[in-house]
Nanobody, 115 residues
């Protein structure tokens, strides 16, 4: 199983970033895919989640309207569009795949929101 995130970087407050995660080594179309983030000194938290069929995405209430998760089962890719970024969005963002009792993580991509 391999999950490779990309798209992180430095962005000014109010800016946008699009993260991507390319998956391999498992049946992507059957997997629940999620994005998490972990800021220094804080616990890893769920940012967005999408079902295998790509319907009914979930976001924490605090992130609704700014973040959008999408997936392409044909390309085994899950994306996270982040708009109106704030300094408190600064964190390492991780892609997660869950199927059955298994859960796998990518290596993470750093997102820094700063002027």
């Amino acid at each position: 199983v391999q999950l490779v995130e990309s798209g992180g970087g430095l962005v000014q407050p109010g800016g946008s970033l699009r993260l991507s995660c390319i998956a391999s080594g498992f049946t992507f179309s059957s997997s629940l895919m999620s994005w998490y983030r972990e800021a220094p000194g804080q616990e890893r938290e769920l940012v967005a989640q999408i079902t295998p069929a790509g319907v009914s995405p979930y976001y924490p209430h605090s992130l609704e309207g700014r973040f959008t998760i999408s997936r392409d089962n044909g390309k085994a890719t899950v994306n996270l569009q982040m708009n109106s970024l704030k300094p408190e969005d600064t964190a390492v963002y991780y892609c997660n795949a869950a199927f059955g009792i298994s859960s796998y993580w990518g290596q993470g991509t750093q997102v820094t929101v700063s002027s």
